[in-house]
């Protein structure tokens, strides 16, 4: 009997995914998706707040539907390991026993005891004064390993949020937890105080590090926030790559899931750095996982990038990817959510006027609108390759959900320039496509001026997988050939990476990578006709989003 299966669970902004795969080839035998439903309706969601709130239900059901559905493809007993990897910075609060207090009478329809999205930005005001405590108050800068700028979209400027604004999930709340540890936690059924930290949450959003002795200290918390005061005495000092051991199935799962108590649950992590190690990362190489959002991942060798601080970035972590590696994160708050959005904003008169049509009656409405929806995006994208970019005027700033690097502003705003009386949606479309790939420049060409070369750039993800008009625009954006990941769930390849490491199957991440890597699909080269016109455009993007900023108050 082969016991060599290992499932990897990726909580993505819309859905869960999970994979079986086979640890020894890579090969997936078996994938579910299940989008979560409370979310889909944005039930304890506000757009126009930043808002954005996940209930862990969602979470939950979407576990065992998909893990279920996966696990029954072949026996029990032959499925050894399997590792969550999650959103982030998502935390919740949670009781003494690790149990999210949306979970409890009182709190069931509370968007504040449950999970804080890593797009909620809520909390903009105390990550401007985690910023200003930072450089100001005598000690440690905790900042530093996290870019020099603390974000909205993290750990403690969330905390710090729903501990001011609801004084019952305050009371309540005996400590929080990152979403990718609460999962690990409920799957092994541990105690709250034993439960393995992520290292690559802890290291890139919550400011720990050793050199500091894990998070930051009693009295900064404490000056920040005097409500803050013991609680890091009850979250934790030690954290654990996601390559680690957290536990095994506790009885009550693997009933629930159709495993068995001897399958290993590797120590929790985000789902870009699982991504990145699918997308077979190396030392210097940029994985761009693209979705909702896009994170930019690059890993080096520690003691090369020695003292270095690379500024404005998510932040620099001990094997945060690839164990033994300093893992870096970058990225872009709205990708395919940008695109999204507009979208939406065109699909406008379906939603509105449409009901009210005397033409159609309601059931063909309905199947109009489904058709329209599934068509849109990929007519979007035709439609504004078409257009010629040394032709095209308009202009926009990707900032619709705040600027996360280089240097985070969440508070910016998206703009379109440059709109004259034949611009149409291609036209619109196609800008906000450029400006996603002249966000992706800037970071690049942060990395690098900080000494860290990029040399190679690898796509992944939902958007790299269906947006070829994309892909190829960031190949002449950044005059870089740029290699499309095969894997449709790469992170969840990645987190089943990571469990065959967990279960024992395989030595260390790299020798997993190589057994398990599915290779590359498409590899987008840059074209030197258009190179030269986006060169001008990117100068142009950069003088826009400098007279932009300059009109916003900055904040994190
Ligand atoms: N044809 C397309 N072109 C560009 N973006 C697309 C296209 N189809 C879907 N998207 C975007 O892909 C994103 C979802 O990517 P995915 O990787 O599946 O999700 P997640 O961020 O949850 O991991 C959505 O934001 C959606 O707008
Ligand atoms: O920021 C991180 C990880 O650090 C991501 O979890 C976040 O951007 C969400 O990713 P998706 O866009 O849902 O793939």
């Known amino acids: 009997m082969s016991k060599t299966y290992v499932i990897g669970i990726d909580y993505g ?113 105390e990550a401007a004064e985690i910023n200003r405590k930072a450089t100001t108050w005598g000690g440690e800068d905790y900042t530093r390993f996290e870019g020099g700028i603390y974000s909205s979209e993290w750990f403690w400027a969330k905390i710090m949020h729903v501990t001011r604004e609801d004084e019952a999930v305050a009371r ?36 720990w590090h050793e050199s500091w002795g894990g998070l930051p200290s009693e009295e900064f918390l404490v000056q920040l926030e005097p409500k803050l005061a013991g609680l890091r005495e009850r979250l934790y000092t030690d954290t654990y790559t996601a390559d680690q051991v957290a536990g095994t199935l506790s009885e009550e799962w693997a009933q629930r899931l159709g495993l068995t108590t001897d399958t290993v649950v590797a120590v929790g992590t985000f789902d870009a750095h699982a991504g990145a190690v699918a997308g077979e990362i190396e030392a210097y190489s940029m994985v761009k996982v693209m979705g909702t959002s896009t994170c930019d991942i690059v ?9 270095k601080l690379v500024p404005g970035i ?53 199947q109009l609108r489904e058709e329209l929806a599934g068509r849109m995006m990929v007519a979007l994208n035709q439609a504004a390759a078409a257009v010629d970019p040394a032709a095209s005027q308009v202009l926009a700033l990707d900032w619709v959900n705040g600027r996360r690097t280089p240097d985070a502003n969440q508070a910016l705003k998206g703009a379109l320039m440059n709109l004259s009386m034949g611009t149409d949606a291609p036209h619109i479309f196609r ?64 987190a089943a ?33 258009r190179v030269a016109a986006y060169e001008a455009r990117y100068q142009q993007y950069l003088a826009f989003g400098e007279f932009v900023e300059a009109q916003t108050p900055n904040m994190a």
């Open 13 to 125: 902004t819309d859905s869960v995914r999970a994979v079986l795969v086979d640890a020894r080839s890579g090969a997936e035998v078996a994938q579910a998706v299940h989008p979560y439903a409370r979310w889909k309706d944005q039930r304890y969601c506000n757009a126009a707040h930043n808002q954005f709130r996940q209930h862990p239900l969602d979470h939950l059901e979407g576990l065992e539907a998909t893990v279920r559905q996966v696990a029954a493809q072949v026996p029990a007993e032959q499925i050894v390991g399997l590792a969550v990897d999650t959103t982030g910075s998502t935390p919740g609060p949670v009781d003494a026993r690790g149990q999210s207090l949306a979970l409890l009478p009182g709190f069931e329809e509370n968007p504040n005891a449950m999970f804080v999205l890593w797009k909620d930005h809520t909390a903009l005001a």
């Open 172 to 207: 309540a709340a005996h400590s929080w937890m990152e979403h990718c540890d609460w999962l690990t936690l409920q799957l092994t059924g541990g105690a709250l105080a034993t439960c393995k930290r992520s290292r690559c949450a802890a290291g890139h959003k919550a400011m």
């Open 299 to 307: 890993v080096a060798p520690v003691q090369e990038v020695g003292e």
């Open 314 to 366: 998510c932040g620099q972590v001990d094997g945060s990817v690839v164990p033994g590696l300093l893992g870096l994160e970058a990225g872009q708050s709205a990708v395919g959510d940008l695109l999204a959005w507009f979208r939406q904003l065109i699909e406008w008169p379906l939603r509105a006027l449409l009901p009210d049509s005397s033409v159609l009656p309601a059931e063909q409405q309905d």
């Open 431 to 494: 800008a906000l496509v450029e400006s996603i790939c002249y966000g992706s420049r800037r970071i690049v060409e942060r990395f690098e001026a900080q000494g860290v070369p990029i040399k190679q750039v690898i796509g992944l993800g939902g958007v790299a997988k269906k947006s070829a008009f994309l892909m190829q625009t960031l190949a002449d954006v950044l005059n870089r050939p740029i290699r499309v990941a095969e894997s449709d769930q790469a992170p969840a390849l990645g």
């Open 497 to 529: 990476m990571y469990a065959a490491v967990a279960a024992g199957l395989h030595p260390d991440v790299p020798t997993a990578q190589r057994a398990m890597g599915n290779g590359f699909a498409d590899t987008y080269a840059p074209d030197p006709a």
